[in-house]
């Protein structure tokens, strides 16, 4: 993340013109980074102390979030042939892009992901599965059975936070639930916190992961998905459901986008829609486009390779 020096200086210098003779070492916070770093040139030449650069570094915080500073990442690659890394990569992102607000989106082809407490007799059918060539993955996040294809759109979006629950469901939903109107050019309804519908149809399912202060959001988008195939490898609704008051069924009554809209929705239509939908949640005007960095990778494959692949996950229950 950039560090701004010269608004830093603009705020330190506007709060005080305490003077120091000497270089100073100063420890950044934790929202900046964390190093020891000696400022730069400019900055000594400003003599201000290190008790009024921290109190600069606290406003440039507030600037970063209210201000439109803070950038945020987006992330197109996608590895739709191996659900297993694409699935994977979430993780990682998670444990790797620390304190960078970051945006992806992904597709898998043909595949069941279940979450993390699903139960697979009772919500996959193996035998259509196996028919037609449907790969199997568990996530880390909670929530139902979903099926992906290459007509089903995936976001990921990670940045810090606190709140618990509230804030992942009731604050960080907000960027999809603005994408999504924008996409469609009118209202949706949210039922069981996390179910996007539109006309009386489920469009989008929603789950999120917390590790620490570290927030993950990250859903689907029906937007031309195989229906019929959808229906024939999962059990809708699971078996042994039992139905809560506190539930509304339309849980399970899926559809397209396609079918309840006029004209066409592309792949990039849904990409900028994201980016908008995120950004304004950030306050920020700006976003950046990125590669999946190296240490990013190798640590999505390592999980692929040891967890998500391995049937004494995908099958844990």
């Not at 705020?11 to 400022?39: K, V």
């Not at 990682?92 to 279940?114: E, Q």
Request: charged share 20%; aromatic share 10%.
């Amino acid at each position: 993340m950039p560090l701004y020096w010269d608004k830093i200086f603009n705020i330190a210098f506007s709060i005080s013109t305490s003077a120091i003779t000497s270089p100073i070492l100063i420890s950044l916070p934790s929202f900046m980074y964390n190093e020891t770093i000696s400022p730069p040139q400019s900055l000594l030449l400003g003599h201000i102390s290190s008790g009024i650069f921290n109190s600069a570094c606290t406003n440039y915080k507030l600037i970063m979030e209210n201000k439109n500073i803070v950038k945020l990442r987006v992330l197109l690659k996608e590895y739709p042939n191996d659900p297993y890394l694409n699935v994977a990569m979430d993780e990682a992102l998670l444990l790797n892009s620390k304190d960078v607000p970051t945006l992806r989106i992904w597709r898998n082809d043909k595949s069941v992901i279940l979450g993390i407490l699903s139960t697979v007799n009772d919500e996959v059918n193996l035998e259509m599965i196996k028919k037609y060539g449907v790969k199997l993955v568990r996530r880390i996040s909670g929530g139902g059975s979903v099926f992906h294809d290459m007509g089903n759109i995936n976001y990921t979006f990670i940045k810090n936070g606190q709140g618990g629950i509230d804030y992942l469901y009731g604050y960080l939903l907000k960027g999809t639930i603005s994408a999504i109107e924008s996409l469609i050019n009118d209202r949706v309804e949210v039922y069981n916190e996390t179910d996007i519908a539109f006309k009386g149809y489920k469009i989008s399912g929603n789950a999120g992961y917390i590790n620490e202060d570290r927030y993950l959001l990250h859903g689907t988008l029906l937007v031309s998905s195989n229906l019929d195939i959808l229906h024939k490898v999962l059990i809708i609704p699971p078996k042994n459901y039992i139905k809560k008051d506190n539930i509304n069924m339309i849980k399970y009554k899926v559809s397209n986008l396609l079918n309840l809209v006029n004209g066409n929705i592309s792949y990039d239509e849904v990409v900028e829609v994201f980016i908008r939908g995120f950004s304004s949640l950030l306050h920020c005007d700006d976003y950046f486009f990125d590669d999946i960095s190296d240490g990013e990778l190798k640590h999505a494959m390592r999980l692929a390779n040891e967890k998500y692949s391995k049937k004494e996950f995908i099958y844990k229950r």
